[in-house]
């Protein structure tokens, strides 16, 4: 990890970069752009305060599209609930549609479960941890 004492003109130029990696699609263009090798580039990303910006840029984003996907699913679940209530819907229509939301539903059983173990091992590892 680079330790590195900022200075206004470095830290401008570090939050234009931090810019850069969240527009472009490429290192090699950010580094295109800020006029510095793709080395530079990846050394800069190393940075705490570069790296810690951009991985919250990217856990923000993340969380976006999270929120926007549980909106969705709502209304798909919703959507597919009235295809499979819907007694003017062909019969293939609404097994298939009834066939759809039992699968998602055993999905989020087994990962719910999942979790479910995997804190309790968790738990059980620590618990080891400390009588040692």
């Not at 850069?20 to 950010?30: C, D, E, H």
């Not at 007694?87 to 719910?112: M, N, P």
């Amino acid at each position: 990890m680079l330790d590195v004492q900022m200075d206004d003109a470095l830290k401008r130029q570090l939050d234009d970069f931090i810019q850069l990696l969240i527009q472009y699609p490429s290192m090699k263009a950010v580094a295109l752009s800020m006029k510095v090798s793709e080395r530079t580039a990846y050394k800069w990303l190393k940075i705490p305060y570069v790296r810690d910006a951009y991985e919250a840029y990217k856990k923000a984003q993340f969380q976006e599209s999270m929120d926007i996907l549980k909106r969705l699913a709502s209304k798909s679940i919703e959507t597919l609930e009235e295809i499979m209530l819907d007694k003017e819907q062909k019969g293939f229509v609404r097994v298939q549609a009834a066939s759809i939301l039992l699968d998602k539903a055993i999905d989020v059983h087994k990962f719910v479960v999942t979790n479910e173990h995997e804190d309790r091992l968790i738990a059980l590892e620590e618990k080891i941890v400390k009588s040692v």
